[in-house]
């Protein structure tokens, strides 16, 4: 019972960081810590966004066989209270940018602001409440940018992009504004969440129900820190609410994977989760309390006002990403989070893509963290990415 109670409670710090159980994370970067110790050249790079974020990424430029020649570039994207680190915990056989850099791509990993390798900025101290005021609207508006940006100059060609979770989200609001579709070569996009409105979890459902506006003002904290005292209390009262099973976390809230090693998740427990704004906390829960893909809601009219000038938060409509953008979608049938009921919204959205522009991947077996964490992915998911790739 300890043991499904201490992975459990690692998996949802995984992808909601409610807990504190994570340990310190090592200091040096992210090159040092996971790429080069595998045999596999790795380079730092600082990104500043245009509202004066300064974002880590890291490039694996080739594979360990090397070769040269203008390759490929491909961008990827990691979810909500993860950082880049999160694609490495498996062996270099298992792990996605070292799949992509042995298979011929220039491979470079974001970490979004707020996370371990991401806290700086121009002017912000991150130990105040102003470096914490946004929401995944900024990543949209400034670090998809501001990373496709660089990528593009430093290499001159368009960009393959990967996203998990949050990470397909801020993608499909960005091409859904015209954003990025300059730069963009194609997009693959693993557990989308776009509409939330049918997650089954008990858990995941009271815990979007207790984000609301105020919820910054009554922890007292800007920062939603998942190493912190004011996440472990809120976490120990959602547990009390009764019908919420915290004892298995691992299968009530992501659904039940299927294909996780056990020495993966020790190595996230010593690595995530990351700290991202109550804010941006807040407006993921409205996604799932409105059903819609909407900019942050303020809580009154006159709030979205002065921000939108209208009353309601503008919707980001999907159905305008552009029908000629290659799309790979891979999705799973017990995703708890990733509902295949909002899957189903989302590509309803898209019934005018062009049918050979979308591929879609539904695998029966498949949780949330099978698609980044799971022993079967390469042979499922990665290879299909690979192939989806080498055909744009």
């Given at each position: 019972m ?5 992975l459990?409670f ?5 992808w909601l960081g ?12 992210l090159c ?7 045999g596999?050249?790795c ?9 004066g ?9 080739k594979g360990r066989a ?6 490929q ?6 979810g909500?209270?993860v ?5 490495f915990?498996?062996?270099?056989d ?5 799949i992509?850099a ?13 996370t ?9 101290d991150p130990?105040?409440?102003e470096?914490?005021n ?5 990543l ?5 940018p501001?990373t ?12 393959h992009?990967?996203?998990h979770s949050?990470?397909t989200l ?5 091409f ?6 300059d730069?963009?070569?194609s ?5 989308p969440?776009a509409y939330?409105?049918h997650m089954t979890?008990?858990?995941?459902v ?8 105020e919820?910054?003002?009554l922890m007292?904290?800007?920062e939603?820190n998942?190493?912190?005292e004011?996440v472990g ?6 547990c ?14 992501t659904g ?9 998740v020790d190595?996230f427990v010593?690595?995530e ?8 906390m807040?407006?993921l ?9 909407a ?5 009154s ?9 209208e009353a ?10 552009p029908?000629?953008?290659p799309?790979f979608l891979?999705?799973g049938?017990?995703?708890?989070l ?7 919204l989302l590509?309803d959205?898209l019934?005018?893509?062009?049918g ?5 991947q ?5 949780a949330?963290?099978?698609f ?5 992915a390469?042979?499922?998911v990665?290879t ?5 790739f080498n055909?744009?």
């Amino acid at each position: 019972m300890a043991r499904r109670c201490f992975l459990g409670f690692l998996v949802f710090c995984f992808w909601l960081g409610l807990t504190s159980c994570a340990r310190s994370p090592p200091p040096t970067g992210l090159c040092a810590a996971s790429v080069t110790p595998q045999g596999y050249k790795c380079q730092e790079f600082e990104v500043k966004t245009q509202d004066g974020y300064i974002l880590s990424m890291q490039r694996i430029p080739k594979g360990r066989a090397g070769g040269g020649g203008n390759k490929q570039p491909v961008l990827i994207q990691h979810g909500v209270m993860v950082d880049g680190m999160t694609w490495f915990l498996n062996p270099p056989d298992q792990s996605l940018p070292f799949i992509l850099a042995d298979a011929g791509f220039d491979v470079w990993i974001a970490n979004t602001r707020g996370t371990r390798y991401s806290r700086r900025h121009t002017t912000l101290d991150p130990s105040k409440s102003e470096f914490w005021n946004w929401t995944w609207d900024e990543l949209v508006t400034s670090d998809l940018p501001a990373t496709f940006d660089f990528v593009f100059s430093q290499t001159g060609q368009k960009i393959h992009y990967v996203g998990h979770s949050m990470g397909t989200l801020i993608a499909l609001a960005s091409f859904s504004e015209g954003r990025l579709v300059d730069k963009l070569k194609s997009a693959a996009l693993l557990s989308p969440i776009a509409y939330l409105s049918h997650m089954t979890t008990a858990l995941g459902v009271v815990a979007a129900k207790a984000f609301v506006g105020e919820i910054t003002t009554l922890m007292g904290v800007a920062e939603f820190n998942p190493k912190g005292e004011a996440v472990g209390k809120f976490l120990k009262v959602l547990c009390a609410t009764p019908g919420i099973d915290c004892y298995d976390l691992l299968k009530s809230l992501t659904g039940k994977n299927c294909c996780l090693n056990v020495s993966t998740v020790d190595l996230f427990v010593k690595n995530e989760p990351q700290s991202t704004s109550t804010k941006n906390m807040v407006h993921l829960a409205q996604t799932v309390r409105e059903g819609v893909v909407a900019k942050y809601n303020y809580g009154s009219a006159d709030f979205n006002m002065m921000h939108y000038g209208e009353a309601s938060p503008p919707i980001y409509n999907l159905s305008n990403i552009p029908h000629n953008l290659p799309l790979f979608l891979s999705y799973g049938g017990q995703d708890a989070l990733s509902d295949p009921r909002d899957v189903g919204l989302l590509l309803d959205s898209l019934k005018l893509h062009d049918g050979d522009k979308l591929t879609v991947q539904f695998i029966k077996d498949y949780a949330h963290a099978d698609f980044i964490m799971g022993v079967t992915a390469k042979d499922i998911v990665y290879t299909a990415i690979v192939a989806f790739f080498n055909r744009q």
